[in-house]
């Protein structure tokens, strides 16, 4: 069975490390918040001039002027701060965040991601994805493995470009990759009843299956 929204999103909360500063896309990624694990300390960073974002706030306890990037309400901690997004973003280009967690369109078996844009439909802008690929340390993409029967993980991406060769790990509601500029895609985990034979079907790209998965 393919994992849940919640499912990848724990899986990609395995990805953090104590001490973090973390930016989370809209989407999958911002459940990604409820599975820090107990005792850890990660530091939320959001685009539009926020660093150490709180929870969602329950109903009736929203602050209309505490949003994150995806205009989703948050709230504050003791610890938050607050500056300008020009700021936010020469944290982003200075390589000064470790981990981004990104929603995808499509992603290559060499790490190029496309999640901006779709050719004919209107969008408002390409957002902060472009500078969050190229200026943090490791990005992991979370996505649907298939849109209506259309394959996202693939060879070369079909739609335009975020960035090339950007991304490190993704998690789909099939299988985890890992990706490597040089040695390309090699598939590292299985979701729960999800065979090999499966994910051959459908994916487009080319990959290599870790020892351990051999014959599952």
């Known amino acids: 069975m393919a994992w849940t929204r919640d499912d990848m999103a724990r899986r990609a909360a ?30 939320l960073q959001s685009e539009n001039g926020m660093l150490g974002m709180g929870p969602f706030p329950y109903e009736g306890e929203e602050d209309a002027d505490l949003i994150n990037a995806g205009k989703q309400t948050i709230s504050e901690l003791p610890t938050t701060s607050y500056f300008s997004s020009a700021d936010s973003f020469a944290m982003i280009r200075g390589g000064h ?36 690929v190229a200026g943090v340390k490791r990005v992991v993409v979370v996505m649907e493995h298939n849109a209506k029967d259309e394959k996202k993980v693939m060879r070369e991406c079909s739609l335009p470009l975020t960035g090339k060769g950007v991304v490190s790990l993704l998690i789909t509601d ?19 009843g999800v065979t090999l034979a499966e994910i051959a079907e459908k994916t487009d790209a080319r990959y290599k299956i870790a020892p351990g998965l051999a014959g599952r």
Do not use: C
């Open 14 to 43: 395995k990805e953090l490390r104590d001490g973090y500063y973390v930016n989370l896309g809209i989407g999958i990624p911002t459940l990604v918040s409820n599975f820090i694990p107990p005792g850890m300390t990660v530091q």
């Open 97 to 132: 965040i470790n981990l981004s967690i990104l929603g995808g369109m499509q992603v290559s078996e060499t790490g190029d991601l496309a999640n901006w844009t779709v050719p004919g439909k209107m969008v408002k802008g390409m957002g902060g994805a472009m500078d969050l």
């Open 174 to 192: 099939l299988a985890v990759f890992e990706i490597d500029r040089q040695h390309g895609m090699t598939l590292i985990e299985l979701a729960t």
